[in-house]
């Protein structure tokens, strides 16, 4: 199992961006799935997060200018991110808690990460 995150870039103040992460490989269920960032020398903040349903839960820093969405017959979250600033410079990760299906007999769930995605607004 792997979760492969791509779509960042340059953007410049005001712009808008699509992150995207896929999981891929043998996986029985996928509850929630979720954008964390992580600017230099900070620690790791959740940005928005979306379960299985749909429900979405945002930091305040993001809400009103991004969107987190899914489609669960790809197995893939969306980030829209519009006005951007450039104090959302940083390293956008995702995250999956799924039940890969090695884990077919306990329905344990584990925390995949993607590998990154870097994203940054210049001013």
């Known amino acids: 199992v792997q979760l492969q995150a791509s779509g960042g870039g340059l953007v410049q103040a005001g712009g808008s961006l699509r992150l995207s992460c896929q999981a891929s490989?043998?996986?029985?269920?996928?509850?929630?799935m979720g954008w964390y960032r992580q600017a230099p020398g900070k620690q790791r903040d959740l940005v928005a997060v979306?379960?299985?349903?749909?429900?979405?839960n945002y930091a305040d820093f993001v809400k009103g200018r991004f969107t987190i969405s899914r489609d669960n017959a790809k197995n893939t979250v969306y980030l829209q991110m519009n006005g951007l600033r450039p104090e959302d410079t940083a390293v956008y990760y995702c995250?999956?808690?799924?039940?890969?299906?090695?884990?077919?007999?306990?329905?344990?769930?584990?925390?995949?990460w993607g590998q990154g995605t870097e994203l940054t607004v210049s001013s």
């Open positions: 995250k999956a808690d799924l039940t890969p299906a090695r884990a077919y007999y306990t329905s344990t769930l584990y925390q995949y």
């Open positions: 490989g043998n996986i029985l269920r996928i509850n929630d």
């Open positions: 979306i379960s299985s349903v749909g429900t979405t």
